[in-house]
Nanobody
Framework: QVQLVESGGGSVQDGGSLRLSCVAS????????MGWFRQSPGKEREFVAA????????RIGDVAKGRFSVSRDTGKNTIFLHMSNLKPEDTAMCYC?????????????????WGPGVQVTVSS
C-alpha cells in the first residue's frame, strides 16, 4: 500500500551538488523513520543518512558527514538528501527506505520498504 519513489538523481562533476527527494505515497500513518542508502556494483550497501518520523532527529553516516544532510517535509511525506562536494566515489544507486520504527537508524535490517533507486554519477 505504501510506495517510495526517489527523484533528483543525475550526473555532476567533482565538487558538484545534488538534492534527492523521496515521496512516500499511500501512507496514512507517518510515524516511521526514513533513510538513504547507496550501492555501487561490487560493493555492499552503505548507509548514508536517516531521519526520524517527526524530522526532529537525524543520523548521518560516515560517508556523508560534512557533506550531506537530510531533511523531511512531514506534511508532504517527503524526505530529502542534500549532497554537496560530491566526489567520484559517491557514484552509486541511491535508495530511499522506510524503517519499521520511528527513530533514525543506520542499520540496513531496520528498513522494510525500499524505493526503486536513482542513479548518482560524479565525474572527475
Amino acid at each position: 500500500q505504501v510506495q517510495l519513489v526517489e527523484s533528483g538523481g543525475g550526473s555532476v562533476q567533482d565538487g558538484g551538488s545534488l538534492r534527492l527527494s523521496c515521496v512516500a505515497s499511500g501512507r496514512t500513518d507517518r510515524r516511521y523513520a526514513m533513510g538513504w542508502f547507496r550501492q555501487s556494483p561490487g560493493k555492499e550497501r552503505e548507509f548514508v543518512a536517516a531521519i526520524g518520523w517527526s524530522g526532529a532527529s537525524t543520523r548521518i553516516g560516515d560517508v556523508a558527514k560534512g557533506r550531506f544532510s537530510v531533511s523531511r517535509d512531514t506534511g508532504k511525506n517527503t524526505i530529502f538528501l542534500h549532497m554537496s562536494n560530491l566526489k567520484p566515489e559517491d557514484t552509486a544507486m541511491c535508495y530511499c527506505a522506510e524503517a519499521f520504527g520511528g527513530r533514525p537508524s543506520g542499520v540496513f535490517f531496520d528498513y522494510v520498504l525500499w524505493g526503486p533507486g536513482v542513479q548518482v554519477t560524479v565525474s572527475s
